[in-house]
């Protein structure tokens, strides 16, 4: 089976400008988890999705959105871009209702930079 | 929100058994203990998870005491290829939101 893939791999924005990255999920997984990753701060929960539903959300700003399709693959949104959101994008799907309880598995990760 | 929190770094010969503690003295009631290993431009990988006392799979055990509010991560005999960094991620009450640790920088010396 393919793994989780996260496109762009690589993402070079300025303030103020809005980006979008797409993760896909292991096939069959139908929840699918995005975090993001800094020095600073470490792995942050963003939000949580199953079956096209948000199932939780981390205390990130309403700049940070998401979504997930019926075939499970989901996309992420930031607007208005700041300085400190450059991060690793890392996006995680799980076979379960949700990551809680289930193994996880991670892509690659968007490394986010914003000029 | 409480902080799960870990030492930020470990060193060990070859050979040896690490043990890493993971403090969260606010997981969930029902949420699961789960550690992760993450080496450099990757994204982590399942190590092993718990809820309570002892798990054990064929790289690493976990321990959980009766209160849940620590864990620690046990790895025997390190090689090289474990150098990495590990975390564990657990559910913190009341708003259910996942949280990771602070992560722990494992160095393995020849």
């Known amino acids: 089976k393919a793994g989780v893939t996260q496109t762009p791999r690589y993402l070079i924005k300025t303030r103020g400008q809005q980006v979008t990255l797409s993760c896909s999920p292991i096939s069959g997984h139908r929840s699918v988890s995005w975090y993001q990753q800094t020095p600073g701060q470490g792995l942050q929960f963003l939000f949580e999705?199953?079956?096209?539903?948000?199932?939780n959300k981390g205390n990130f700003p309403g700049r940070f959105s998401g979504r997930q399709f019926s075939n499970s693959r989901s996309e992420m949104n930031v607007s208005t871009l700041e300085l400190g959101d450059s991060a690793l994008y890392l996006c995680?799907?799980?076979f379960g209702q949700g990551a809680r309880g289930n193994e996880q598995f991670f892509g690659p990760g968007t490394r986010l930079t914003v000029l | 929100l409480a902080k799960t929190t870990q030492p930020i770094s470990m060193d060990s010969y070859e050979g040896q058994e690490v043990n890493i503690t993971c403090s969260h003295n606010?997981?969930?009631?029902?949420?699961?203990i789960t550690w992760y290993q993450q080496f450099p431009s990757q994204g982590p990988r399942f190590i092993i998870q718990g809820y309570k006392t002892k798990v054990t799979n064929e790289v690493a055990s976990l321990f959980i005491p009766a209160d849940r509010k620590s864990s620690t991560l046990s790895l025997p005999r390190v090689s090289l290829s474990d150098t990495a960094v590990y975390y564990c991620l657990v559910g913190d009450t009341g708003n259910e939101k996942l949280t990771f640790g602070t992560g722990t920088r494992l160095t393995i010396i020849p």
């Open positions: 999705y199953f079956s096209e539903t948000q199932r």
């Open positions: 606010n997981i969930a009631t029902n949420d699961y």
């Open positions: 995680a799907s799980s």
